[in-house]
């Protein structure tokens, strides 16, 4: 382990594999292969030297378009230094997110989606500097 100090950050180099046996991409894969849900595949694609991601793809009607086509999740890092355990709770971690991303597009409030995981960062921003809380108002006691 080496330690380094730049300015007020710290940074810690750990040796990556920290003792576990270093996976091949096709290791991943067949880790991989054992993950089910409904019609989703996942696919596993090299990333850099020592790792991979993980996507998450379905085939889907464009929420726009209304066209079928081949729609691609966020990529997933792992390391070829993963458990077995890691690379599955990626797998589960992609899903999810992918699953939480079709509600956010398909959940519409007075018809619009006020979910959507499209909006760019720079309206959400703007939304934060004009926005008016929706809370409860306290009980009194």
């Known amino acids: 382990m080496q330690i380094a100090a730049i300015g007020t950050i710290l940074f810690l180099h750990v040796d990556e594999n920290m003792g576990q046996p270093r996976k091949t991409i096709e290791d991943v894969k067949r880790i991989v292969a054992q993950c089910k849900f409904r019609d989703r595949k996942l696919k596993v694609a090299p990333m850099g030297d020592n790792g991979c991601y993980i996507q998450v793809q379905y085939m889907e009607a464009c929420i726009d378009t209304g066209e079928m086509e081949l729609q691609k999740a966020r990529k997933w890092y792992t390391s070829f230094y993963s458990t077995d355990t890691e690379v599955v709770e990626t797998v589960f971690k992609a899903l999810r997110v992918s699953n939480d991303h079709v509600l956010k597009e398909h959940f519409p409030f007075q018809g ?8 760019d960062i720079e309206a959400r921003m703007h939304l934060c500097d004009e926005w008016e809380f929706d809370g409860r108002v306290p009980l009194e006691k």
Do not use: G, Q
């Open 112 to 119: 619009r989606r006020v979910y959507s995981p499209h909006f």
